[in-house]
């Protein structure tokens, strides 16, 4: 036996029929939109899961990469400050062997050889204090303003303290991998926080009390700190050399990952737009069928034409 159709159920089953029609085209128009597979988590759980796992990794690594850029500044802010050092104490170093000839130099040579000294320390002294966003590269991790600070003893003698703590600034650059960047002012420029280290201001300061009273033993015999000093900034050079090499191949491993991980992003949350279009054109095809289709079957009644 047949059961029998009504008006009202053939209404209600094409209406259910064009909403599901027309929550499909809006599905697929939303997605062509945002360019996203799901617009909430309730949608795909797991892909949203995934998602998740996967933005914070896209997050650390784009952590990593600021952290290079970081300290890829800090080495060229101290290769900068020791390229001047190394020149200073070069020009320095000659102009003590000129010194150390006292016979062929009167007192005006020597004196203007004394006031070039003084300022070759004073360019040292500036190189010693260059900065990086506030803070002092050859201070370790101190946030004193200058790494090398100039006072005076009893005497009335300038003394050169240094604020370096020791302790290495370092910067995460990768998974688990921590790089020092600094270099330490001590090793560099000598001094210490109790002053019992000999810096190279105070050895240039030395050096001019020997050049004004034409002392060539005692001129001569600063020229082997000199070279030792000389040596401590070439090494220095070479450190942050080799650690630019570093922080390049650091450079390329992170932007490696952050395409990988963005392939990866694309797959879990990213839709196919040129079969999301055909897609949506055909349900939209469908939709107006059905639309069609239903005016056929539903017929209009008496009571529709009485309202």
Do not use: C, W
């Not at 000659?94 to 150390?100: D, E, F, Y």
């Not at 990213?270 to 239903?294: C, I, M």
């Amino acid at each position: 036996m047949l059961g029998r159709v009504t008006q009202r159920s053939i209404a209600l089953n094409s209406l259910t029929n064009l909403q599901a029609s027309q929550a499909r085209s809006s599905k697929l128009q939303e997605q062509l939109t945002s360019g996203k597979a799901y617009a909430k988590p309730s949608d795909n759980p797991v892909a949203a899961g995934n998602a998740l796992r996967l933005h914070d990794q896209v997050a650390v690594n784009t952590e990593h990469g600021r952290n290079i850029t970081d300290a890829q500044a800090v080495q060229t802010t101290q290769e900068n400050a020791l390229d001047s050092a190394l020149a200073a104490l070069q020009k320095a170093r000659q102009l003590t062997v000129q010194a150390a000839s006292t016979g062929s130099n009167d007192g005006k040579a020597r004196a203007a050889i004394a006031i070039e000294l003084g300022e070759i320390k004073n360019q040292l002294l500036s190189a010693a204090n260059t900065t990086h966003q506030g803070r002092p590269v050859f201070a370790g991790t101190s946030d004193q303003p200058e790494a090398y600070v100039v006072g005076t003893d009893a005497d009335g003698e300038p003394v050169y303290t240094s604020r370096d703590n020791g302790a290495p600034l370092t910067r995460t650059v990768g998974p688990g991998r921590e790089l020092r960047v600094d270099i330490s002012g001590a090793d560099v420029f000598g001094g210490s926080a109790d002053g019992t280290a000999t810096s190279v201001f105070a050895e240039i300061d030395e050096l001019i009390a020997a050049v004004k009273g034409t002392d060539g033993a005692a001129i001569s015999a600063k020229l082997e700190g000199l070279d030792a000093r000389l040596g401590a900034v070439t090494n220095a050079l070479a450190t942050v050399g080799a650690r630019v090499n570093q922080l390049d191949a650091a450079q390329e491993a992170v932007d490696a990952r952050a395409d990988f991980l963005g392939q990866q992003l694309d797959e879990v949350e990213g839709v196919d737009l040129a079969k999301t279009f055909v897609e949506y054109n055909l349900q939209s095809t469908a939709y107006q069928a059905a639309l069609q289709s239903t005016a056929k079957v539903i017929q209009p009644t008496l009571l529709d034409f009485l309202r």
